[in-house]
């Protein structure tokens, strides 16, 4: 079984930084492609920040500058990492990957984290 596992998440006052991990589990064949997605309070799911397939990092206009996400291909995890947060910033931050397992290599899979929350407050 395939698992996503977030971690980092916490309370951080506004300006500061936190830097959100996920780590993967389970008999992975490949990772085509990785996402972070953040859900805030009233608000639907949006997407934070992807790394495509074809190796391509897009951002959300609104953390352009501050969210750097890397990956890291050898391990199967991936870094979030946040600056010069901001209260809006708060939300229920979830990892997202797209997976070939060995028992269905000709197959694709997208699987999700339970998600970690950051808390951006004075």
């Known amino acids: 079984q395939v698992q996503l596992v977030e971690s980092g998440g916490g309370l951080v006052q506004p300006g500061g930084s936190l830097r959100l991990s996920c780590a993967t589990s389970g008999n992975i064949l490949s990772i085509n492609s990785m996402g972070w997605y953040r859900q805030a309070p009233g608000k639907e799911r949006e997407l934070v920040a992807a790394i495509t397939s074809g190796g391509n990092t897009e951002y959300a206009d609104s953390v352009k500058g501050r969210f750097t996400f890397s990956r890291d291909n050898v391990k199967n995890t991936g870094h979030l990492q946040m600056s010069s947060l901001k209260p809006e910033d708060t939300a229920v931050y979830y990892c997202?990957?797209?997976?070939?397992?060995?028992?269905?290599?000709?197959?694709?899979?997208?699987?999700w984290g339970q998600g970690t929350l950051v808390t951006v407050s004075s």
């Open positions: 997202n990957a797209e997976i070939r397992t060995r028992e269905r290599p000709w197959a694709r899979i997208k699987v």
